[in-house]
Structures are given as structure tokens and as C-alpha cells.
T-cell receptor
Framework: EAGVTQFPSHSVIEKGQTVTLRCDPI?????LYWYRRVMGKEIKFLLH????????ESGMPNNRFLAERTGGTYSTLKVQPAELEDSGVYFC?????????????????FGPGTRLTVL | QKEVEQNSGPLSVPEGAIASLNCTYS??????FFWYRQYSGKSPELIMS????GDKEDGRFTAQLNKASQYVSLLIRDSQPSDSATYLC????????????FGRGTQLTVWP
């Protein structure tokens, strides 16, 4: 079974340009997450899709970031216009449906990440 | 106060020793706890999940959870040089759906 894939693996752009990152989750996983790791900091949550719906986008830093998940399959994360502080590694993760009890069994599997450098 | 705190290390142990990695979390309602291993330049790889107080063993790995103390640890027995990596502690607070809170990670080096 293929894991989470992300494209591109690296992107170097200039400040003010637009970049679009893509994530393909594990087949059958309804939950898709975007995270970001800025150098020297911990991995931080950006947003969570359940199928094509945004379940939680509280981690999105500002309105320069736009995430979509077409048809509940792959997802894109667009940064427009990019700023210097957007540099970092963007990870995508996916998980299966939660089990139907009080505890959130939520094993998330991560993709290799996209390293974004804004110059 | 950070949501999840880990000793940044680096932690260095000889081959064959037990490596002990620690993590504390701030929110008492946290329900699910995970350990990820990340090799340099690679994706975080899920190695252990634990949901109940006590110990959970999987091969050479043992996760320990103490909700009263808000503490979770990972023991690696018979450490191997291939275990050298950064270990990330992640916590899911059930109230915030699937979102994970991560610590900064502990860098482990196992020397032969």
C-alpha cells in the first residue's frame, strides 16, 4: 500500500510569488492534515480535512494560505503571496475514520514533506 | 507553557543500552499519545501509540503513560545504531478533533 505522497519535495521561490503544494493521502483515508515545521521549532498544525470539508483550520497563519481538497482525494496548499517567514517544511498526514467511542484513536501517517524556501 | 515538552538532548547511549525518552504535556484532557521517529530529512514515522495508563510494549519499544502526572515516555531496549534519529512526542487532545500537538523532539545517538 502506497504511503502519503507530497509534491514537490523542494521549492525555492522569491518573496511575493505563489507556490502550490500537493498531497496525496493513503487511499481510503478520509482525514487529511497539513502541518508545518519552521526551523528550530516544533511541528505545528495548520488544518484538517474530513473528506472534502475543512474540519479545523484554526492553525492557518493568515489568509495568504489556501487549502483545498478536491473530491475528498488529494489536497493542495497554496501560499500567495509568499513571505520570508513561510519558509519551512510542510508535512501532510492522513488517517482513517475515528473509532466510535470516547477516545480519539487517530494514528496519523506522514508524507515526506515539501521543503519551501522563500528568498 | 508549551503544550508538549521534551528534553531536546542530544541523548547519547552505547549500543545495547536502554534509551529513555521523556515527554510532558500541559492539557489534562489529552487522550491519545504518539511517538514518532524521524531520520534526518525524512518524514516522521509512527512507532508507538498509547491511550491508557500503564505500559505498552512492541518489540524493543515500550511506551509508558501516566495521565495523573501528565507524562509519557518511550524506552528503547537493546539500542542499535539504526535507532539514531530524532524522536517526536505528539499528543491529541480529544476536544480538538484530530489535531496533534508536537514536542520539539529529542535527538538520540546510539554509538557502536
Amino acid at each position: 500500500e502506497a504511503g502519503v505522497t507530497q509534491f514537490p519535495s523542494h521549492s525555492v521561490i522569491e518573496k511575493g510569488q505563489t507556490v502550490t503544494l500537493r498531497c496525496d493521502p493513503i487511499s481510503g483515508h478520509d482525514n487529511l492534515y497539513w502541518y508545518r515545521r519552521v526551523m528550530g521549532k516544533e511541528i505545528k498544525f495548520l488544518l484538517h480535512f474530513v473528506k472534502e470539508s475543512k474540519q479545523d483550520e484554526s492553525g492557518m497563519p493568515n489568509n495568504r494560505f489556501l487549502a483545498e481538497r478536491t473530491g475528498g482525494t488529494y489536497s493542495t496548499l497554496k501560499v500567495q503571496p509568499a513571505e520570508l517567514e513561510d519558509s519551512g517544511v510542510y508535512f501532510c498526514a492522513s488517517s482513517q475514520d475515528f473509532l466510535g467511542d470516547e477516545v480519539s484513536y487517530n494514528e496519523q501517517f506522514f508524507g515526506p514533506g515539501t521543503r519551501l524556501t522563500v528568498l | 507553557q508549551k503544550e508538549v515538552e521534551q528534553n531536546s538532548g542530544p541523548l547519547s547511549v552505547p549500543e545495547g543500552a536502554i534509551a529513555s525518552l521523556n515527554c510532558t504535556y500541559s492539557d489534562r484532557v489529552s487522550q491519545s499519545f504518539f511517538w514518532y521517529r524521524q531520520y534526518s530529512g525524512k518524514s516522521p514515522e509512527l512507532i508507538m501509540s498509547i491511550y491508557s495508563n500503564g505500559d505498552k510494549e512492541d518489540g524493543r519499544f515500550t511506551a509508558q503513560l501516566n495521565k495523573a502526572s501528565q507524562y509519557v515516555s518511550l524506552l528503547i531496549r537493546d539500542s542499535q545504531p539504526s535507532d539514531s534519529a530524532t524522536y517526536l512526542c505528539a499528543v491529541n487532545r480529544g476536544s480538538t478533533l484530530g489535531r496533534l500537538y508536537f514536542g520539539r523532539g529529542t535527538q538520540l545517538t546510539v554509538w557502536p
